[in-house]
C-alpha cells in the first residue's frame, strides 16, 4: 500500500542478524497520515511501523525529514501474527520517497 504522510518520531534503532549471518538494523518509528474529515477539519492517523535501514546514513536522513515533516510517499506492507492467543498486526515500511512540490 501506499500512501502520503511524514515521520512523526524515529525510534531506536535494534541490531539483528538475518538466517544469512548478515547484520541488519531496523528502527521503529511513528508515521503521520493527515485527512481530512466529513465536516471539514484536518486529523492525523499515527501508525507505527519499523523499517529495515539500508545503510546506516539512511537513518541520518530520517531523522532530518522528521524533523523538517517533510511529505513522503510512504510504501507499507500489512501482516498479522499470532503471539498467546492473540492476533497482532505488525506494519513494515518498505520504503520512503520524499515528495517533490
Request: hydrophobic share 35%; with cysteine.
Amino acid at each position: 500500500m501506499n500512501i502520503k504522510g511524514f515521520i512523526k518520531e524515529v525510534g531506536q534503532t535494534r541490531d539483528w542478524t538475518n538466517k544469512d549471518g548478515e547484520h541488519r538494523q531496523s528502527v521503529k518509528m511513528t508515521l503521520a497520515i493527515p485527512y481530512v474529515s466529513k465536516d471539514g477539519q484536518e486529523y492525523n492517523d499515527e501508525l507505527i511501523g519499523e523499517m529495515t535501514l539500508p545503510n546506516p546514513e539512511f537513518l541520518t536522513g530520517l531523522m532530518k525529514a522528521c524533523e523538517a515533516q517533510e511529505k513522503c510517499e510512504i510504501h507499507l506492507g500489512f501482516s498479522l501474527s499470532e503471539w498467546q492467543g492473540k492476533k497482532i498486526q505488525n506494519i513494515r515500511v518498505f520504503n520512503l520517497t520524499k515528495l517533490m512540490m
